[in-house]
């Protein structure tokens, strides 16, 4: 069984959004690419857990060659990365500068499988991480000819049977069908294992397979995007946490005069309480004791004279 995997380089999540929630987070002067030179480059967390389903099939006891494929010639740390976790091949395609949209990509893609010998099982992570949009592994799927199951958190071969696990929004689905056929890879199928610091060892010493266009039959013309970025943004990010102190009752006076002040909530003016006092203001329909003392005082009637407003 030749299963191969497609990886993506990406910008390390965690380090972009520690960037922007500290305002230095920057897009170049062409409007279009941020300015991330500091920011670590890594395995899209998606593929990587496309990874491990290969290598739990091949744990089962199926004998089958694991390729991992990436586009782009400044993907090598990743793709040793793959070698160390346990991928047979690597392999670098080279798109000799040309920029990529998601339909560009999937048919450079389907063009290494289809000239390499074919796949009887496609792996990829259910999106990439830097932009979220899970269109490259359907368009995949279509230009191979095969099927494709999406949002897998368990995959099981028998044969030539392929049996996955999809998450839904309802719970769980199990898929039934024949090989060849294309799954997109979903978090809940766990921690990814770590490659050990032999394996690493190892995986320098393997240097990825170079493809360029032209072994593949295509041209820059080819790969023209049929969707353009023109301009990126920068979301608007107020960090500001403010820390409530004092008892419950005081520290949840001020949590509502807080959402009241900034607007989150509406006053929509006093009440009087169901004894015939005002003893409190009623705020976006929240009881609001005006001393923090009165709220010993609650009880289920008051509660439930609140619940309706």
Known sequence: MR?????KEVLDPNAVNNLALAGKLRIGSDGRTLEVAAVPRLINGYDEQGMEIALRIRDAGHTCRIVAV???QDSQAMLRHCAALGADEIVAIDPAGVELDCEAVARL???YIKSSGGADLVLCGRQASDDDQGVVPVLLAEKLGIPAVLFARAVEVSGGTLNVTCV????DEVAQGALPALVTVSNEVGVPRFPTAKAKMAARKMAPVAVGLSGLGLSAADLAPSVELVR??????????QFLKGAAAETARQLIE???ADGVIQQHGNRPAANGSDTGTHRGGVGVPARPEECRGLHAGSLADASHR
């Open 3 to 7: 299963i191969v995997v497609c990886v």
């Open 70 to 72: 990436s586009i782009g």
């Open 109 to 111: 893609l389907a063009a």
């Open 168 to 171: 839904t929004a309802d719970g």
């Open 232 to 241: 990126q943004q920068l979301p608007v990010v107020n960090g500001n946490c």
């Open 258 to 260: 807080r959402l009241h």
